[in-house]
């Protein structure tokens, strides 16, 4: 189990990363996806972003500190907890609300095994 736990940190840390950039970056999709799908504004966007990147940072370091990793996985936690009610209340249902769900999943793993070790 320690090693599915590395890999499911490595994987959140990855898309963590590249989530947050994306939003950073002000790509065009998240653009549109924030402010006329979901309703937000780009501060949302961009705070949303920075927690991600963040998040994603923290699960690095998590590799080494694992108190590091579990705070930043419980961060993801919440993350996809909202992004999942986003997109139910936003009229996408629950299929477009599936990839926050499995994140949510891999990030709840990360937590529990890793406040074993914090």
């Known amino acids: 189990m320690k090693w599915t736990t590395r890999i499911f940190q490595g994987v959140l840390a990855v898309a963590?990363?590249?989530f947050g950039f994306m939003k950073l970056s002000t790509n065009p999709i998240q653009?549109?996806?924030f402010t006329e799908t979901y309703g937000y504004g780009l501060n949302a966007m961009y705070v949303v972003g920075v927690i991600e990147l963040l998040a994603g940072i923290g699960l690095v370091i998590g590799f080494w500190k694992p108190r590091i990793a579990f705070f930043?996985?419980?961060i993801i936690v919440v993350i996809m907890a909202g992004a999942m009610l986003t997109h139910v209340r936003s009229g996408q249902g629950m299929s477009t609300a599936a990839l926050p769900l499995?994140?949510?999943i891999l990030a709840l793993?990360?937590?529990?095994?890793?406040?074993k070790r914090a």
Do not use: P, Y
């Open 109 to 115: 793993v990360v937590v529990l095994r890793r406040s």
């Open 72 to 74: 930043s996985a419980g």
């Open 102 to 104: 499995i994140f949510l």
């Open 16 to 18: 963590f990363l590249m």
């Open 31 to 33: 653009v549109e996806a």
